[in-house]
């Protein structure tokens, strides 16, 4: 299969490297060539995992030193241009060295990488690396339901096509919602997404592949008629779901501060009796946020991991909070952790989360029910989806001035961990969710046949071309 040549394009943040690299795995393990390409921003913070077929191309986005997201406005125009013509030279300088691709893949929001594909005649092909349910949510706002967004407010619900019934507090926060709890600018991020349903578009019939999978979200990838989605997930490292490759652990993507020094505690601590909290790879979470999380765990006494990122500033978050003190003999605080490694130790009892598609993901493969405390973007989507569609976890809910109190995270923690019915219940739905994403990697799963299905594919259409 030396024929099949993917020019893989990364947005260069984390939440898009992890999934991407394992999907470039699993081609790779069918049979195709990969290019892997993007920002420097992202690739100088990255170990490249020496794989035979896979390599490297990685383009000057203008943040070579790195990215935050005071910059995402200027960053967006900068990667845009810059990154345009790299990936047509990359392309042509490819087609004349006579190895050219024969398809362009780019995920969510690169949709421009599209465009430089299309005007050189490569094929090319969306990896959307959010829940199919949320690519519903935008294509709907941004084609026939608009306005039923737009207009949608107080205790108001919208209902679409395979989409479950959503009040405000469920839409992406790009959609204007009001809960969002970062304050970045974010004008960059919708019309991005608009052009990004606009190039869907621009296909007779275009296919989307999702970083999710049948059992998951059956209505939603089918939820949009013009649009076919394939669900080929969840692209969590092989050990963790069929166990084909015991070797393939680690993401191999981050080269952060990782002590490993959790692992010894984790070992000492009982079965299911670790509340683990983490914010993702990306925002800083408000410190007004982070006080009433610490207050919460500690009055649920509970035994806790917590990955503590420093500020883009440079802070030490833990170091500002009332009760650092308390918090130090009753858990542990690090700065970075092998995420899916931790979900999977047997002492994780609960997974306090900002909901990050991929953080969810990792849950839903490890079976570990969550406390869901979205932040931004698509993170009120999945809460929606954790909470009331597949049951595996609740979400906090602020008070009447909007604040979720320390009470309210105690109160969720104790839920999620406790010996009640609700309780057994969001265990058992995580398990039952575990053991179908492990059934969708199988060989005769449906994220296996799907993405073989689509290699098949590119393969036919390169011999009728
Ligand atoms: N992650 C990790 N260690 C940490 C925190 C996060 O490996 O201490 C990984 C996590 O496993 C996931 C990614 O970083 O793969 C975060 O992606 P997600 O979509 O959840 O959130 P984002 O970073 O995009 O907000």
Redesign the pocket.
């Known amino acids: 299969m030396e024929d099949c040549h993917v020019l893989l394009v990364i947005f260069p943040?984390?939440?898009h490297i992890?999934p991407s690299l394992q999907f470039a795995k699993r081609l790779v393990n069918l049979g195709a060539k990969v290019t892997l390409s993007t920002g420097f921003s992202a690739m100088n913070h990255m170990s490249r995992p020496q794989i035979p077929g896979l390599d490297f191309a990685p383009f000057s986005d203008g943040y070579d030193a790195g990215l935050k997201p005071d910059d995402l406005n200027d960053f967006w125009v900068s990667m845009k241009t810059r990154g345009s013509d790299a990936l047509a030279k990359l392309i042509t300088a490819r087609k004349e060295e006579g190895r050219p691709f024969t398809r362009l893949i780019y995920t969510t929001i690169m949709y421009w990488a599209g465009v430089v594909a299309r005007g050189l005649h490569v094929p090319a092909t969306l990896l959307w690396i959010q829940p199919a349910t949320v690519l519903d949510i935008y294509y709907h706002y941004f084609t026939e339901y608009g306005d039923l967004f737009r207009n949608c407010s107080g205790n108001q619900v919208v209902e679409v096509p395979g989409v479950p019934c959503l009040g405000v507090r469920d839409f992406p926060s790009f959609l204007f919602s009001t809960e969002t709890n970062v304050n970045y600018d974010l004008d960059w991020a919708i019309e991005a997404m608009r052009d990004q349903i606009e190039e869907i578009n621009v296909e007779e019939s275009p296919k989307v592949l999702v970083n999710t999978f049948d059992a998951l979200e059956f209505d939603a990838l089918r939820a949009i008629k013009k649009v076919r989605m394939v669900g080929i997930g969840p692209l969590i490292p092989s050990a963790y779901l069929d166990g084909k490759d015991p070797s393939d652990t680690a993401?191999g993507g981050?080269l952060r501060q990782n002590s490993n020094d959790y692992v010894e505690w984790l070992d000492s601590q009982p079965k299911n009796s670790v509340v683990y909290l983490?914010?993702?790879?990306?925002?800083d979470v408000p410190n007004t946020i982070l006080e009433e999380i610490a207050q919460g765990l500690v009055n649920s006494k509970l035994p806790f991991l917590w990955?503590l990122r420093e500020t883009y500033k440079g802070e030490k978050p833990e170091e500002k909070l009332r009760c650092k003190e308390e918090l130090e003999g009753q858990g542990k605080i690090?700065r970075?952790?092998?995420?899916?490694e931790v979900l999977q130790h047997p002492s994780i009892g609960c997974f306090l989360?900002?909901c990050?598609?991929?953080?969810?993901l990792?849950s839903i493969a490890s079976g570990v029910p969550l406390v869901a405390c979205p932040l931004w973007n698509d993170q009120f989507s999945n809460a929606k989806l954790i909470q009331d569609v597949w049951k595996m976890g609740v979400r906090v809910s602020g008070n009447e001035e909007g604040v979720v109190t320390a009470d309210e995270y105690k109160r969720c923690i104790e839920c999620v961990m406790g010996g009640g019915e609700k309780g057994e219940e969001l265990r058992k739905n995580a398990k039952k969710w575990k053991d179908l994403a492990k059934a969708a990697v199988k060989e005769d799963g449906s994220s296996y046949l799907n993405l073989k299905a689509y290699m098949d594919e590119m393969l036919t259409l390169k011999s009728i071309n």
Not at 336 to 340: E, K, L, M, R, Y
Request: net charge negative; glycine share 14%; with cysteine.
């Open positions: 943040g984390q939440g992890n993401f981050d983490a914010f993702g790879s990306y925002a990955v690090v970075w952790c092998a995420q899916v989360t900002h990050g598609w991929n953080s969810t990792e």
